[in-house]
């Protein structure tokens, strides 16, 4: 039984894009990325190959964006070399870099005193 008011696929597609797209453009991601994904099955499931793999490219398009949105902000927040001993960081003390750390010029002078005292 025929469904007649069903929407053709391709033309349902490029409503869909039209709308993906302004999405995108507005960083609307989470919209595109549901909507894609509902899309991939729908056309999964009607059997358009291609249109099943153009909404994924979609989703895909989506989740870049987000992932280069998140990327920047995680560089600029991730600590700057310090100091293992006291997390002093440079330019407040010199560092010198170890194997898995690091250790400042007054830590290695503490040290320096203390293990002096010891010996
Ligand atoms: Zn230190």
């Not at 595109?32 to 793999?53: D, K, S």
Request: proline residues 4%.
């Amino acid at each position: 039984m025929a469904d007649t008011t069903a929407v053709p696929p391709n033309s349902l597609f490029e409503s869909l894009t039209t709308s993906w797209e302004a999405a995108l453009n507005e960083k609307r991601q989470r919209e595109v990325i549901v909507g894609g994904i509902a899309a991939y099955c729908y056309f999964h499931e009607i059997n358009q190959r291609g249109l099943e793999t153009a909404s994924l490219i979609y989703v895909r398009q989506a989740i870049e964006e987000l992932l280069q949105a998140i990327r920047p902000r995680q560089q600029t927040g991730q600590a700057p070399h310090s100091c293992s001993f006291c997390g002093g960081t440079e330019p407040q003390v010199r560092l010198a870099a170890g194997a898995n750390g690091f250790i400042c010029d007054s830590c290695v002078r503490t040290l320096g005193e203390v293990f002096k005292q010891e010996l």
